[in-house]
């Protein structure tokens, strides 16, 4: 590879390992996200001219710092009416690359820069898209282009969601402050929904001619992470890591090697990850300990401890659907819902035969699902079960007629034509 390349390679990775302790630190120092964004952009392109002919610095943190830094200073000097803001960034400048400080070697004061801006992109008065774009983009350092794709949309939207989102954030008063009491709960709980929404939105999309977008799962993880070692004692964050890193074990065995979708129990396990199924069951085991003193667990350590059983079984037949039935009961009392329903049905079925889980699919209120493919699917999984086929076959068809994604489509009529040859 030559030099050029490998000067490349290395801006990119900084950026990516680095550039949400970047844009914190600066936001911190400007009290303006969209300043701070856009001289952590600067930085980037200087990066991407300088290093191909200048080399890569022994710092690379730090030079791009040091680089934001500088534009910032050069963007106060240019409003009169902010000079004291040129004395702040001046002061935190001085002496030259060398001295300035390593992000590594500040790691409580860097992290909460982190952590702030973490909840600051899943603001309250932000909706839905904007926080999920908004994270992406400052937290997870993802390009506009990198967004768009793994959202399926064009870049033009994502630049308008982001756009809209920082304004938003500025007509709002927010601030860089993390915030306290029952307001850090609730967006701690914003914050966790937008990394699994992000993380499913990957593991199984909704749209598309993909079963699954790994890049985005990927980053929901990486993402989770570093919320648990930003809040390690916050045991629903360490139970969304389990979560995420479980499920995600899966992802090599979720397709065959013609791309087909492979459900949960036909994968080969041998493919999942080891590591991340270490790295899940560690996190599910604190966040058990910290439960243990009082602290309390949700929806994310629940469903985390549901992922752990099927990780544990060997094969599929070891599974524990009687535990896991349990915790799916437990699951709808503390986040009742119509998916935690349909996947309780599932868990009944396994766990007391096909008739009980049709009893708990026949007994929710799933009208909010009447779009979804999942209801159909489940049902048609259940019906084929205990041996009613043609009904099995026309609840697959139903479902495949609902859902966006073809490879989902594709599996679901194959299931249909499987139904109606054996009728």
Not at 57 to 66: H, Q
Not at 166 to 182: D, M, N, W, Y
Request: proline content about 4%; aromatic content about 4%.
């Amino acid at each position: 590879m030559p030099a050029s390349d490998d000067a490349t390679a290395a801006v990119h990775a900084a950026w990516r390992a680095d550039s949400a302790r970047l844009v914190g630190a600066l936001t911190r120092m400007t009290r303006d996200v969209e300043l701070a964004a856009d001289l952590a952009q600067d930085a980037l392109v200087a990066a991407l001219e300088q290093w191909p002919v200048t080399g890569v610095p022994d710092n690379p943190t730090a030079w791009l710092m040091t680089t934001a830094k500088r534009r910032g200073i050069d963007h106060f000097r240019r409003a009169d009416n902010l000079r004291r803001k040129t004395a702040e960034l001046e002061a935190d400048t001085r002496g030259e690359e060398a001295d300035v400080p390593d992000l590594e070697s500040q790691v409580d004061h860097i992290e909460d820069d982190v952590l702030r801006l973490v909840f600051l992109s899943c603001h309250p008065s932000l909706t839905a898209d904007s926080r999920v774009a908004l994270t992406l983009r400052l937290v997870g350092g993802l390009t506009t282009a990198e967004i768009a794709r793994a959202l399926l949309t064009s870049e033009p939207t994502v630049g308008q969601r982001i756009s809209r989102a920082k304004r938003t954030l500025a007509t709002a008063g927010a601030t860089f402050e993390l915030p306290t009491g029952q307001e850090r709960v609730d967006r701690l709980d914003d914050v966790m929904a937008v990394v699994y929404l992000v993380f499913n939105e990957g593991y199984t999309a909704t749209a598309g001619d993909d079963w699954m977008r790994p890049e985005l799962a990927v980053e929901a993880i990486r993402l989770a992470r570093m919320l648990a070692s930003l809040a390690p004692d916050e045991p629903e964050v360490l139970g969304l890591q389990a979560l995420l890193e479980l499920q995600g074990s899966r992802m090599r065995a979720r397709l065959s090697p013609t791309g087909e979708p492979v459900l949960l129990e036909d994968q080969d396990r041998s493919q999942w990850d080891e590591l991340m199924v270490r790295r899940g069951l560690t996190a599910l085991s604190r966040a058990s300990t910290l439960a243990a003193w009082g602290r309390p667990v949700g929806r994310y350590f629940l469903q985390a401890s549901i992922a752990a059983e099927h990780a544990r079984a060997t094969r599929a037949a070891d599974t524990d659907w009687t535990r896991i039935a349990q915790l799916y009961d437990v699951l709808a009392t503390a986040a009742p819902g119509p998916v935690v329903e349909v996947n309780r049905a599932v868990a009944h079925g396994r766990a007391h035969g096909p008739e009980a889980g049709l009893a708990v699919l026949d007994g929710a209120d799933l009208s909010s699902l009447a779009d979804s493919p999942l209801v159909p699917s489940v049902r048609g999984d259940l019906l084929e079960r205990v041996g009613a086929h043609a009904d099995a076959a026309a609840a697959f068809a139903s479902a495949a007629s609902l859902t966006r994604n073809a490879g989902e489509r594709a599996l679901l009529e194959r299931r249909a034509d499987a139904c109606r040859a054996r009728t």
